[in-house]
């Protein structure tokens, strides 16, 4: 079960990295960025229908929605150093 949690909070936590460093690419005009992050985001999220359509608990509900916030912060991080 806690590998499951794992795997449920490190997939949510890359996507959502890689989500908002689209989003923020895509604010500052960042051409090639705003391209990678797109393909990596929509290739991901091609895999991820399928593990978390066999998702069943609340914990691995929670472990997905602690990932995305996880990953949000640290894209923010990741940004904010680009300057």
Do not use: D, P
Request: hydrophobic share 55%.
């Amino acid at each position: 079960m806690l590998k499951h949690l794992a795997l449920m909070f490190g997939i949510q936590t890359a996507t959502y990295v890689v989500l908002v460093l689209n989003l923020r690419a895509l604010n500052r005009g960042k051409y090639v960025w705003t391209g990678v992050t797109e393909m990596v985001y929509a290739l991901a999220n091609f895999w991820i229908i399928g593990r978390v359509a066999s998702a069943s608990s609340w914990q691995e509900a929670v472990a997905y929605a602690s990932g995305a916030t996880v990953g949000s912060l640290i894209a923010i991080w990741i940004t904010k150093h680009w300057e």
